[in-house]
């Protein structure tokens, strides 16, 4: 476990792991080892890491890191607030087009049905006239058609879908041979499936042959490498291809005191009720409430937080404006049902007005207060306030969770949102932090195995905050005996060898002076 701690702070790929393990004095005092000897091999660090994720063990490590920081006096009361963000994580499979994507889902497959037949894949391929999906970097590439043909493009893309349909139907009949709790089962309804949601999703069946889709469906996959990464944005202008970290950090303590990895089409807020929820278990204290952005002050997200009767501090998104007076000008009294315009006028009349889907799927009616036409046609505001036609007056909607909202904005207009602003910060410096180790790229395929990169870098993220403060002899002497404390003091051990070294390294600078910036051990 300490390699891998310093594997996460140092950024360094399992071969240069090893060698460091070899070779590197601060290495060998934090893992204890004689200077002549190679602790490991590559493989069985790989090896010792795939039994953590299979076992579930990796959040145990990250655990004990909050229970350290704990009995240090790091986290010093039993309630507390949490911030909540996100990041984005760029995956780690190659994106391609429709046709190279097609190609790589055809190639898979070919692959597990070579295999099942003894065969190579190149030679199996052969056989059954697919060999242009081998041995090929690209196959749009190397197609010898004329691209600004149409003929020809569509010709291609139609070649190319017979040969996936052909190959699915090759799939089906050899997986009719074998028994479905069966390993080579699997692998091939794996590789089917995949081939057959890139179809899906990509290729449109006209009576006049295949033709690719216009637009992007929904859950796209956009990687046979990594099916699990998705289109998203952080922003309309900013658009990436992977996951979504996601964290919740102690404002007061500045400690990541829950982590998850997001699909990256996912809305922001998706897990943020499980988050807190995570925290509770992982730090053993009592979340009072929750901070987030806008992105978290939606309805939905507000109406779980309070049927879980927890308290969520967020901004309520804004609105577009469509040329009528807001709805905030308008004095809504819920208790009494009336609504006042900002004319003085009040309307007592709430009618069914349609319904609305959310996010979870649960359709709501809609209701609204609607103004006696009347009165608003001789209105001197009318003009800026009803958009409606002659004879029609203005109707004021009601949200859902009009209440909750009511409640945000009134604390949103208040001095003691300043703070809470201030404290949502925290969720940031944090995510920045993560960035700083690697979080920005993930290293490995899939989001189970991403979230262990996740984990590990928010563990030696606070662990580094701690040493700062307690040092490694208060990691000792604050540490009962556990399988995980060793390791854990070990690596405090190694950031305070690594910062003697930075020390010996700055007063020989005085002399040489070198270009690399230093470390920054209070970050």
């Known amino acids: ?33 004689a200077l002549d000897v190679r602790p490991f091999a590559k493989s069985t660090l ?62 898979k497959l070919i692959r597990v049905l070579a295999k099942l037949a003894g065969e190579k894949p190149d030679v199996w391929a052969a056989v059954h006239d697919l060999s242009r999906y081998v041995g090929t970097s690209s196959l749009k590439g190397e197609a010898t058609i004329d691209w600004s043909n149409a003929t020809e493009v569509e010709t291609f893309l139609r070649s190319v879908v017979a040969d996936a349909d052909r190959l699915l139907n090759m799939a089906r009949q050899t997986l009719s041979t074998y028994d479905a709790e069966s390993d080579a089962y699997k692998k091939l309804t794996e590789a089917g499936a995949l081939l057959g949601q890139l179809l899906l999703q990509d290729i449109e069946r006209t009576p006049d042959g295949a033709r690719i889709k216009e637009g992007v469906s929904r859950d796209r996959v956009v990687s046979v490498h990594d099916p699990e990464m998705r289109h998203g944005h952080k922003s309309k202008a900013k658009r990436f291809d992977g996951h979504k970290s996601a964290v919740a950090v102690d404002p007061e303590s500045q400690l990541i005191t829950a982590v998850d990895v997001l699909p990256g089409n996912a809305p922001d807020n998706e897990r943020a009720l499980a988050l807190g929820e995570q925290t509770e278990e ?33 901004k309520v998104p804004g609105r577009r404006s469509n040329g009528q007076t807001p709805k905030e000008d308008f004095r809504i009294d819920l208790e009494t049902k009336t609504c006042i315009c900002p004319a003085g006028v009040e309307c007592q009349t709430l009618v069914p007005i349609g319904q609305r889907t959310d996010r979870n799927g649960t359709t709501q009616k809609l209701f609204g ?106 990691f000792r002497d604050s540490s009962p005996s556990h399988s995980f404390d060793p390791f854990i003091a070990s690596f405090v051990l190694f950031l305070r060898t690594f910062a003697l070294s930075m020390l010996g390294c700055f007063h020989l600078s005085r002399y040489y002076p070198v270009q690399k910036a230093g470390f920054r051990p209070r970050f």
């Open 282 to 314: 992982n730090a053993q204290v009592e979340v009072d409430e929750t901070i987030g952005d806008c992105v978290f002050g939606d309805g939905t997200t507000r109406q779980q937080f309070a049927d879980a009767g927890r308290t969520l501090v967020a």
């Open 46 to 107: 790989q090896l010792f890491r795939a039994q953590l994720i299979l076992n579930a063990k990796v959040m145990e490590i990250f655990r004990r890191s909050l229970a350290i920081a704990r009995r240090c006096g790091y986290i010093k009361k039993h309630k507390i607030k949490v911030a909540l963000d996100t990041s984005n994580i760029l995956g780690r499979g190659a994106v391609k087009d429709t046709y190279n994507l097609l190609a790589d889902g055809i190639l």
């Open 1 to 33: 476990a300490t390699v891998l701690l310093l594997q996460a702070y140092d950024r360094v790929s399992d071969e240069e792991a090893k060698a460091r393990a070899d070779f590197d004095l601060r290495w060998k005092v934090a893992l204890g080892i």
């Open 369 to 474: 207060f609607t103004f006696v036409p009347a009165i608003c046609a001789v209105c001197p505001q009318r003009a800026a306030c009803v958009k409606a036609g002659p004879g029609k007056g203005r109707t004021v909607s009601l949200h859902p969770q009009e209440a909750l909202l009511q409640k945000a904005r009134a604390l949103q207009q208040s001095d003691a949102f300043r703070d809470y602003r201030q404290q949502r910060q925290a969720a940031e410096h944090r995510l920045a932090r993560l960035m700083q180790l690697g979080m920005r790229q993930a290293r490995y395929v899939g989001r189970v195995k991403t979230l262990f990169q996740l984990i590990m870098a928010a563990t030696v993220a606070n662990l580094t905050l701690v040493a700062n403060k307690v040092g490694a002899k208060g």
